[in-house]
């Protein structure tokens, strides 16, 4: 193996390695003959999302009232630790801000995975899967109208599942699988699109949407609570409500907006508790795919008919992990003759990148990462981008003898 | 010296996941060179038992003059077992869903997850299969994370005899050691 590997390098086709990349280039490097920067994959992604911090993170494309659900987290926190806060520490006890801060990170940081989280995005199918899937189906050849819609009939657990084909990805869903059309995804699991959330709910980002949504109605009934405390201790004496209102306005609009959230944030917890313990998702139930409503006999195949274990299936399930490989790198074209290809391949997300390139010509990518190094033994240039594990990062300058000044 | 014994064995571990791509690589464009891609075989999702992944052993009849039906029966119910092993629901996938849970998921930032190291193993494994198995033969098969897990990408090269340009299939695409 180990002589397989250097047999096959050729230390002569190795061009001289630039040392440092130039630090500035001007319109130059868009002439050369050399390709641009290799891209990735999130760029020519087909759905309609946003990527943000070089695709770590995705949203949909329309926000939807996300930024009103972040204002309205933080004003009624904000007025709760300003307001009502000291005057309950000096009257109670000084756990009160100390629950309220914990609730509070817990809802912020499980808002925030939920709306950036991949939920479960199924990539397009690539044209020769679409090609081979129309093959096994359509007899006549006469592709100039669409054909009628196409489903595939599986037995899943002893029960009937209809998939259907999705013109848009060109692929059969899998079970469980639906087609986003404000995100023009296919999503795993798709259990609903969240306006409040700005992003599809589905396999990946269930578990962080569910504790957002029970810990946000622990923190409203919490603040709810103290505010209502607050406001009878202040009202002691026979001085009165509008006495107690008027010394603490921040409350006024706290017991408002608490008022109106709580009722149905509880509610969709305990919506959601419901669907978690039958394993459904709102898609099927609002269908009622599982319910019998036709007369037949139909049961949810995937309910384990145990409400802890469905449970665990739900939330407890190891997380999946992202199959659009959003920081992947796009494959270049090969040109034909010298074999002077780049051939990328893609790794996991967010783990370092590396780009394995023929020894003729130092990649195009040397000239834009300030921190790439190429090695001459072994032809191997490393993109060393930051990245959360810098662990490996010092790795590769210890070990690699060329790259070790 | 020590150091110097140390960084050639650290050398060495990391070349099996760093390198080998290159030496795949090179060994694509052999065939390339040598091969024309000829035909695609898309081995499906096997449904029966639920979401969970899990590919169909269904022998396809246009590998019936590559290989031993056995062979393709093994590599894909061993990676049906792999993908099993990752999405098992046990002891200490609770144990990690109540952790996560009570950090608020913030372990998954920091952690590699159960289901990434099986996927590590699995690319692992289709390397190995690739060079011993199924390159003599001229198939490759693609590791299925790379179509979104939908399929099994099987593909067939012809021997083409004379050493032209390459077809420029940029369709295809190695596997991965990750």
């Known amino acids: 193996m180990k ?55 995705i949203v949909a494309r329309q926000s939807g009232v996300l930024p009103l659900t972040l204002g309205l987290i933080l004003v009624t926190s904000g007025l709760f630790f300003i307001f009502d806060c000291p005057f309950l520490v000096k009257h109670l006890t000084s756990c009160i801000p100390v629950i309220g801060g914990v609730l509070f990170v817990f809802v912020l940081i499980t808002l925030l995975q939920t709306s950036f989280t991949d939920p479960g995005i199924l990539p397009r199918a690539t044209p020769d899967e679409a090609a081979d899937i129309e093959k096994q189906i359509d007899n006549t050849g006469n592709t100039s109208y669409r054909p009628p819609p196409r489903t595939k009939e599986v037995l899943i657990n002893q029960q009937v599942v209809k998939l259907k084909y999705c013109f848009t990805c060109k692929m059969f869903r899998p079970p469980r699988t639906s087609h986003c059309s404000l995100c023009d995804n296919c999503v795993e699991r798709f259990d609903h699109h969240c306006p409040w959330v700005g992003n599809c709910v589905g396999k990946r980002n269930y578990r962080f949407f569910y504790t957002f949504i029970v810990s946000l109605s622990f923190l409203t009934a919490f603040i709810f609570g103290c505010v209502t405390t607050h406001l009878a201790l202040r009202a002691q004496g026979g001085k009165g409500l509008v006495f107690a209102l008027q010394e603490s306005p921040g409350s006024a609009v706290e017991l408002v907006i608490c008022f109106f959230s709580v009722w149905s944030i509880l509610g969709l917890s305990g919506f959601h508790t419901y669907l978690v313990a039958s394993n459904l998702t709102t898609n099927e139930d609002i269908k009622g795919s599982w319910s019998g409503k036709s007369g037949e006999d139909v049961t949810n195949p995937y309910s384990q008919k145990n409400i802890f274990i469905n449970c665990c299936s739900v939330l407890c399930v190891p997380m999946p992990p992202s199959l659009i490989d959003r920081r992947g790198f796009l494959p270049t074209d090969e040109s034909a003759q010298t074999g002077s290809a780049d051939i990328e391949l893609p790794t996991l997300a967010a783990k370092s990148e590396i780009n394995v390139t023929k020894p003729e010509s130092v990649p195009p990518c040397v000239s834009d990462h300030p921190v790439l190094t190429h090695c001459s033994l072994c032809g191997v240039s490393l993109c060393l981008r930051p990245s959360t594990n810098t662990r490996r990062r010092s790795v590769w300058t210890l070990l690699c003898p060329a790259l070790a000044d | ?118 996927l590590k193993k699995i690319a692992k494994y289709i390397q190995e299969q690739n060079e011993k198995i199924y390159a003599p033969r001229g198939l490759l098969i693609t590791d299925p994370i790379e179509r979104g897990m939908r399929v099994i990408e099987i593909s067939i090269y012809e021997d083409r005899g004379s050493s032209g340009s390459s077809s420029g299939s940029s369709s295809v695409s190695g596997s991965t050691a990750r």
Request: aromatic fraction near 12%; hydrophobic fraction near 30%.
């Open chain 2, 1 to 118: 010296m020590h150091i110097e014994g140390y960084i050639a064995l650290f050398w060495d571990s990391l070349k099996r996941y760093y390198i080998n791509p290159y030496c795949i690589t090179l060994s694509l464009s052999e065939l390339r060179h040598s091969a024309s891609l000829a035909n695609k075989v898309f081995i499906q999702r096997d449904y029966s038992e639920g979401t969970t992944c899990k590919f169909q052993t269904k022998f396809p009849s246009e590998l019936e003059s590559r290989i031993e039906r056995t062979l393709f029966e093994d590599t894909v119910k061993t990676l049906n077992n792999y993908y099993a092993e990752a999405e098992k629901i046990g002891g200490q996938s609770y144990l990690e869903g109540c952790l996560a849970c009570a950090t608020a998921y913030l372990i998954f930032l920091c952690m590699e997850t159960r289901y990434e190291k099986v």
């Open chain 1, 3 to 57: 002589n397989c590997e250097y047999q096959q390098i050729d230390p002569q086709a190795l061009p001289t390695p630039t040392p440092t990349p130039p630090p500035h280039h001007g319109k130059d490097t868009e002439k050369k003959k050399e390709p641009r920067r290799p891209r990735r994959k999130w760029e020519v992604f087909p759905g309609k999302n946003r990527f943000y911090c070089d695709g770590r993170i």
